[in-house]
């Protein structure tokens, strides 16, 4: 699914890279006022965003910034995603002024309803804005579940692919010297690390701890989009972005003396969860695929229902509502192919969403013989029970394929009550014991096939 992240709580920068040097030293009588003539543009461009001012703040932008980065729909975008999580901004301090060759890096202190934040506007010599980037405070630190057994594994090292996108990974590696089940997980989209981290939580780093506690070797390992963000051509498609990978990381595995090769599976979360039969046709050794909340309509559709149904809560006010239905718009011209594909839709080129277009997974599923095993969280508003539905249909005369649906899960398969919003990707909890039991019991009951 792309947009894993509404509003993302992650740290999102658009603009162009910064080179860091050193600056001149000032009078401070002097530089304290060149730092408030910077304050107050950051601010003021700030302010354009949250009273839905979008005109104002992409007449801002610097011409240097790439066509569709920060224009103004893509600013109205940025914002609808930020305060969906955060809730609408109610005050903003100047903090520090950074100096970087001829550029002002301005940090503003911002609170919102729901989250304390920083504000980075870079601003170029001639005052124009040249990028934007929000940063969460610091997540508190991360304890495991009460399932997860340190002493019963390992974690080793581990790196996926090969020159010049060698990705870091981590095996997590249960002790003894018999021969493992493995697992490898598949990210959803956005540039995630190896954790699947967002806010409090790190569902994957779950998964695998949870897991190895049990006897499965579990390897994850950052993203490309994370790893080497700076680098990752706009050209990317989901080829690049997830499946070359994949197959990568399952070559990896399979190197370890430890792994039972014959009892290797693949699990896929999300958009991982969408492209897994598309890497199990690829890779016809696979033993198994774990799909969590996969997609099973095009993803411009998803997208859609998920824009519609935070629109429709609430607490989503008239701004944020505004900046939905930009969205809204851009998805449905996607839909139809009516947008040039350069141009930028939720962080991403046209030309990726009309590679990814073509591809269907329930017909890929199809021409995949292994055994699948499906799970589905029935809080979960990203992925919807649409999806299930559909899967529930594709699947229902496979004799060899188990849905699992858990009516109190999210997104992230963890528990919760109520409507489900954005906001509770901020509160920490752990993937669910129930989900690490079930797959861990299906990985165990297959037969070996030697």
Same mark, same amino acid.
């Given at each position: 699914?792309?947009?894993?992240?509404?509003?993302?709580?992650?740290?999102?920068?658009?603009?162009?890279?910064?080179?860091?040097?050193?600056?001149?030293?000032?009078?401070?009588?002097?530089?304290?006022?060149?730092?408030?003539?910077?304050?107050?543009?950051?601010?003021?461009?700030?302010?354009?965003?949250?009273?839905?001012?979008?005109?104002?703040?992409?007449?801002?932008?610097?011409?240097?910034?790439?066509?569709?980065?920060?224009?103004?729909?893509?600013?109205?975008?940025?914002?609808?995603?930020?305060?969906?999580?955060?809730?609408?901004?109610?005050?903003?301090?100047?903090?520090?002024?950074?100096?970087?060759?001829?550029?002002?890096?301005?940090?503003?202190?911002?609170?919102?309803?729901?989250?304390?934040?920083?504000?980075?506007?870079?601003?170029?010599?001639?005052?124009?804005?040249?990028?934007?980037?929000?940063?969460?405070?610091?997540?508190?630190?991360?304890?495991?579940?009460?399932?997860?057994?340190?002493?019963?594994?390992?974690?080793?090292?581990?790196?996926?692919?090969?020159?010049?996108?060698?990705?870091?990974?981590?095996?997590?590696?249960?002790?003894?010297?018999?021969?493992?089940?493995?697992?490898?997980?598949?990210?959803?989209?956005?540039?995630?690390?190896?954790?699947?981290?967002?806010?409090?939580?790190?569902?994957?780093?779950?998964?695998?701890?949870?897991?190895?506690?049990?006897?499965?070797?579990?390897?994850?390992?950052?993203?490309?989009?994370?790893?080497?963000?700076?680098?990752?051509?706009?050209?990317?498609?989901?080829?690049?972005?997830?499946?070359?990978?994949?197959?990568?990381?399952?070559?990896?595995?399979?190197?370890?003396?430890?792994?039972?090769?014959?009892?290797?599976?693949?699990?896929?979360?999300?958009?991982?969860?969408?492209?897994?039969?598309?890497?199990?046709?690829?890779?016809?050794?696979?033993?198994?695929? $774990?799909?969590?909340?996969?997609?099973?309509?095009?993803?411009?559709?998803?997208?859609?229902?998920?824009?519609?149904? $935070?629109?429709?809560?609430?607490?989503?006010?008239?701004?944020?509502?505004?900046?939905?239905?930009?969205?809204?718009?851009?998805?449905?011209?996607?839909?139809?192919?009516?947008?040039?594909?350069?141009?930028?839709?939720?962080?991403?080129?046209?030309?990726?969403?009309?590679?990814?277009?073509?591809?269907?997974?329930?017909?890929?599923?199809?021409?995949?013989?292994?055994?699948?095993?499906?799970?589905?969280?029935?809080?979960?508003?990203?992925?919807?029970?649409?999806?299930?539905?559909?899967?529930?249909?594709?699947?229902?005369?496979?004799?060899?394929?188990?849905?699992?649906?858990?009516?109190?899960?999210?997104?992230?398969?963890?528990?919760?009550?109520?409507?489900?919003?954005?906001?509770?990707?901020?509160?920490?909890?752990?993937?669910?014991?129930?989900?690490?039991?079930?797959?861990?019991?299906?990985?165990?009951?297959?037969?070996?096939?030697?």
């Amino acid at each position: 699914m792309v947009n894993d992240h509404p509003a993302r709580s992650v740290a999102l920068l658009v603009g162009f890279v910064l080179i860091a040097s050193l600056c001149t030293a000032r009078p401070a009588a002097a530089q304290a006022t060149a730092d408030s003539v910077w304050n107050r543009l950051a601010a003021t461009f700030v302010r354009h965003l949250s009273t839905g001012h979008f005109d104002s703040a992409g007449a801002m932008i610097s011409p240097a910034v790439p066509a569709g980065a920060l224009d103004t729909t893509r600013l109205g975008q940025i914002w609808a995603q930020l305060i969906a999580s955060a809730g609408a901004l109610t005050s903003l301090t100047p903090a520090t002024v950074d100096r970087q060759d001829s550029l002002h890096i301005v940090d503003q202190a911002a609170k919102f309803e729901r989250q304390d934040m920083t504000i980075r506007v870079v601003l170029m010599p001639d005052s124009t804005v040249g990028g934007l980037w929000f940063r969460p405070p610091a997540p508190p630190d991360w304890t495991p579940a009460a399932y997860v057994t340190p002493a019963a594994f390992d974690e080793i090292d581990l790196h996926v692919g090969v020159e010049p996108w060698i990705l870091p990974g981590t095996l997590s590696l249960p002790r003894g010297d018999s021969l493992l089940p493995a697992v490898v997980l598949v990210h959803g989209s956005g540039p995630h690390d190896r954790d699947a981290s967002i806010g409090p939580n790190k569902p994957f780093r779950d998964l695998a701890w949870g897991l190895a506690s049990t006897g499965i070797a579990v390897l994850r390992y950052d993203k490309r989009t994370n790893a080497y963000a700076g680098r990752v051509p706009d050209s990317l498609t989901i080829e690049g972005e997830v499946i070359t990978d994949a197959l990568a990381a399952l070559a990896a595995l399979r190197s370890h003396p430890r792994i039972d090769t014959t009892r290797i599976f693949l699990a896929g979360h999300s958009l991982g969860a969408m492209m897994a039969p598309a890497i199990a046709r690829r890779d016809s050794a696979l033993a198994g695929l $774990i799909l969590l909340a996969a997609p099973a309509r095009p993803i411009v559709d998803v997208m859609h229902d998920q824009m519609d149904y $935070i629109a429709s809560l609430p607490e989503t006010d008239d701004v944020t509502r505004a900046g939905l239905n930009a969205m809204i718009d851009s998805l449905y011209m996607l839909h139809f192919r009516r947008l040039p594909p350069t141009q930028i839709v939720m962080g991403a080129p046209a030309s990726y969403y009309y590679d990814l277009a073509e591809y269907n997974p329930v017909e890929a599923l199809a021409a995949v013989p292994v055994p699948v095993m499906l799970l589905h969280g029935g809080r979960d508003y990203q992925v919807s029970s649409v999806e299930l539905s559909e899967w529930r249909n594709a699947l229902q005369y496979r004799a060899n394929a188990v849905i699992r649906e858990y009516p109190s899960l999210n997104h992230l398969f963890i528990a919760g009550t109520g409507m489900p919003t954005p906001v509770e990707y901020g509160k920490a909890g752990h993937v669910s014991d129930e989900v690490i039991r079930e797959v861990a019991a299906w990985i165990g009951t297959l037969p070996v096939t030697r």
